[in-house]
């Protein structure tokens, strides 16, 4: 059993910031990419933002305002966005892709979501 507890998430005027935190425990054997994706109202989910060692990939539309990391011996993954807009809002949800064993297949697995409002 894979538990995400997200939490950053809110309510910011356009240009502010704010970070997003998710922590991935459970019983597993190795955690691959991690990141978050989002869906805004009416529109399909999307990936914002992905970090697999120490490579990472953004989509164009936050590149240069949106820093993602991890912390390896913690499980977790941050995403610091800055500089937002109104057209940032939407859930944001956590993604972990895990291998449950060893020589298992590869799983993603994905946390609830929180909210990012941009709102003047």
């Known amino acids: 059993q894979v538990h995400f507890v997200e939490s950053g998430g809110g309510l910011v005027q356009p240009g502010g910031s704010l970070n997003l935190s998710c922590a991935v425990s459970?019983?597993?054997?190795?955690?691959?990419?991690m990141g978050w994706y989002r869906q805004a109202p009416g529109k399909q989910r999307e990936l914002a933002a992905t970090i697999y060692g120490i490579s990472t990939e953004y989509d164009r539309s936050v590149k240069g305002r949106f820093t993602i990391s991890r912390n390896n011996a913690k499980n977790t993954v941050h995403l610091q966005m800055n500089s937002l807009k109104s057209e940032d809002t939407a859930v944001y949800y956590c993604?972990?892709?895990?291998?449950?064993?060893?020589?298992?297949?590869?799983?993603?697995?994905w946390g609830q979501g929180t909210q990012v409002l941009v709102s003047s």
């Open positions: 993604y972990a892709v895990i291998v449950a064993t060893w020589g298992a297949v590869p799983t993603p697995h």
């Open positions: 459970g019983t597993m054997y190795e955690i691959r990419d």
